[in-house]
T-cell receptor, first 118, second 114 residues
Framework: EAQVTQNPRYLITVTGKKLTVTCSQNMNHEYMSWYRQDPGLGLRQIYYSMNVEVTDKGDVPEGYKVSRKEKRNFPLILESPSPNQTSLYFC?????????????????FGPGTRLTVT | QQQVKQSPQSLIVQKGGISIINCAYENTAFDYFPWYQQFPGKGPALLIAIRPDVSEKKEGRFTISFNKSAKQFSLHIMDSQPGDSATYFCAASGDGTSYGKLTFGQGTILTVHP
């Protein structure tokens, strides 16, 4: 089954304790992305990757790190979590959209990770 | 800076009614406008999408209307059903700065009463 998986699904942690949220896709997609979802703000992109070893900042990258050592995996790292990073996080993947063909590249989302930082 | 503005924030409709959600965008370089549907505890999933070279696209009970001059697009759900109760996000892409990047609206929580 084609899917994007995230782990853990729920996480409660304390300020400053490093954590990693894993993301994996089995569709051989080049493009992967992390979003955070907050009430009234919709989904905001944190980081994205267009292929292995190619990553770039999204709209809200502060306090986050990512890596893309393998095509299927795109972990999100919070080196020193703070309460303002309490949120619902989604990983997504798609084939790499190319100019003029964006509508061919549907993004597939994982089930989400609910993070609480106290 | 919110490049895609969505309204209303929440919507309550009776079964069989029409649900209408509106979005407005600022970046004229956007050329792909998808709508995503999200059920509680799930990730968003693509519902329907449109390119600006057409003014309307229909898939079953779901229709996107697009007004390029006004930089607005909307989702119409005909004969709304309780199973349509979900959060809906409009999005836009294709501004040339980042392949595949989606800019999302704030989301609309739709509740369809039986």
């Amino acid at each position: 089954e084609a899917q994007v998986t995230q782990n853990p699904r729920y996480l409660i942690t304390v300020t400053g304790k490093k954590l990693t949220v894993t993301c994996s896709q089995n569709m051989n997609h080049e493009y992967m992305s992390w979003y955070r979802q907050d009430p009234g703000l919709g989904l905001r992109q944190i980081y994205y990757s267009m292929n292995v070893e190619v990553t770039d900042k999204g709209d809200v990258p502060e306090g986050y790190k990512v890596s893309r050592k393998e095509k299927r995996n795109f972990p999100l790292i919070l080196e020193s979590p703070s309460p303002n990073q309490t949120s619902l996080y989604f990983c997504a993947s798609s084939l790499l959209a190319r100019a003029g063909l964006a509508d061919s590249y549907e993004q597939y989302f994982g089930p989400g990770t609910r993070l609480t930082v106290t | 800076q919110q490049q895609v503005k969505q309204s209303p924030q929440s919507l309550i409709v009776q079964k069989g009614g029409i649900s209408i959600i509106n979005c407005a965008y600022e970046n004229t370089a956007f050329d792909y406008f998808p709508w995503y549907q999200q059920f509680p505890g799930k990730g968003p999933a693509l519902l329907i999408a449109i390119r600006p070279d057409v003014s309307e696209k229909k898939e079953g009970r779901f229709t996107i209307s697009f007004n390029k001059s006004a930089k607005q697009f909307s989702l119409h759900i005909m004969d709304s059903q309780p199973g349509d109760s979900a959060t809906y996000f409009c999005a836009a892409s294709g501004d040339g700065t980042s392949y595949g990047k989606l800019t999302f609206g704030q989301g609309t929580i739709l509740t369809v009463h039986p």
